[in-house]
């Protein structure tokens, strides 16, 4: 069975071996610390880790290294970075943390006795969007919200980053599907713009000078207060993500299986940050319009991360089309692995989950490592529906003997 049919079996809810992804998309990577130990642990070519996502120091995983630890799931090449400079024209760099790396040719840097800071688009003229701290591992956004003035709000303001995709972009996206596809692994891809409110987004760290409502307090409080603009948002971003899909999906067509949708996430560690009538009143239409469009023109499965305490948001992300959610964040209040299978799994593939990232990857035993990465494939793979993966992207210096033992677990059941 090929990596591919292996994905397949599990997103179309059938039992067979679990798949294993880590690198195919922002959420499900590894910190460039842990990428480079794994290299070592492995005995594979000495060279440096392309930094291919700066915001969170993301490192590619490249062939050698997916092969080494088996995983089945391949992301199509990032054309571009959060800091909205292409993924391209390599260059060195050491971090503070004395790694040599390699990072895109327009990362470029300012410093003062607070840390460093990157800039929009590359350029140092302009403020930076955003900032990694003395002795940080990722960078953070810097708000540069101008002061708003309520009786000029203009909610084209709020989608300057979004706009109809270029045949060249769209010539882009087929190379690295194809590039994908031809690795015999599923690949999981995006032709963005298709995520509401990610408040990852909402600070717009790749515009240089971004207007509308940018800090992200005052977004959450516009949920509440200013729900007519962010419905203009919405219904505007979504009218120009359908005509997008509309043009990439005949081109994209059979080399893709995951759409990444959408990384908003809804859930703190112990609640949400809105209501549930929030959420069926702001999001859901849009959603659904968005997953219908896709079920019905492709044979693609929609990917939506959230993060955080969301067991009574489930029903509404099945509603609104979700086929699977991510990354099951299994320490977080209401999320009992067993709970979210036995209620969710005949409905949504659960892509994620299979080790904590706050407490045991990181500061457990490789025997506890063992013991909870068994636990969960024998939850969450019951009937298909799984794929495995850590509780979001592994953190930087994690040590890389938890690493192992927890990609030796899935092994492990995968042989039983």
């Keep these: 069975m090929t990596s591919r049919e292996k994905v397949q079996k599990a997103l179309n809810h059938e039992n067979g071996p679990v ?10 990577g590894m910190h460039c610390t842990c990428v480079a130990a794994l290299r070592d642990h492995y005995g594979l070519e000495k060279r440096p880790v392309k930094i291919h996502e700066p915001y969170q120091m ?36 050491r971090t503070p943390w004395g790694q040599d790396v390699l990072v895109p040719g327009q990362f470029n840097l ?16 302009v403020a930076p969007s955003g ?47 194809e590039k994908a596809a031809a690795t015999g692994r599923a690949v999981t891809g995006g032709i963005g713009g298709t995520a509401l409110g990610d408040i990852a987004h909402i600070p717009a760290p790749s515009l240089k000078a971004p207007k509308g409502i940018r800090d992200i307090e005052e977004w959450y409080v516009s949920t509440a207060i200013r729900q007519d603009y962010v419905h203009e948002v919405f219904g505007r971003q979504t009218e120009v993500a359908l005509v997008n899909l509309a ?45 219908d469009w896709i079920h019905a023109n492709t044979n693609w499965k929609t990917f939506k991360h959230s993060c955080g305490a969301v067991e009574n948001f489930m029903n509404r992300f099945i509603d609104a089309g979700f086929d699977i959610i991510n990354p099951v964040q299994c320490s977080a209040a209401g999320m ?38 068994l636990n969960r494939c024998k939850i969450f793979s019951r009937n298909g529906g799984f794929v495995f993966d850590a509780i979001h992207n592994v953190q930087a210096r994690t040590p890389v003997e938890n690493i192992v033992a927890m990609l030796d677990a899935v092994r492990e059941f995968n042989g039983r």
Excluded at 150 to 169: A, M, Q, R, V
Excluded at 251 to 269: E, S
Aim: glycine share 10%.
């Design 110 to 125: 300012t410093e003062d006795s607070r840390g460093l800071y990157v800039h929009p688009q590359g350029d140092t003229s």
């Design 19 to 28: 798949p294993v992804d880590f690198g195919s998309t922002a959420v499900t």
């Design 336 to 373: 009992d692995p067993q709970t979210l299978k036995d209620r969710y799994g005949d409905k949504l593939v659960f892509w994620g989950g299979g080790v904590d990232t706050q407490h045991v990857l990181p500061f457990g035993t490789p025997a506890e490592v063992r013991a909870q990465v």
């Design 131 to 177: 900032h990694l701290p003395r002795g940080g591992y990722f960078f953070d956004s810097i708000i540069r919200q101008p002061e708003l003035d309520e009786d000029s709000l203009n909610p084209e303001d709020n989608l300057e980053e979004y706009g109809f995709i270029t045949d060249e972009k769209l010539k882009q996206l087929k190379a690295a599907a």
């Design 247 to 291: 043009k990439a999906a005949p081109v994209l067509g059979d080399f893709m299986d995951v759409i990444f949708m959408c990384g908003t996430d809804f859930g703190t560690q112990s609640g949400t940050f809105c209501s549930p009538s929030t959420f069926d009143e702001l999001w859901l239409p849009y959603y659904r319009k968005m997953n």
């Design 58 to 93: 993301l490192g590619l995983m490249e062939k050698d290294l997916l092969d080494a630890i088996g995983v089945d799931v391949v992301g199509m090449e990032p054309l571009s970075t959060m800091f909205g400079f292409p993924v391209a024209d390599w260059k060195e760099w």
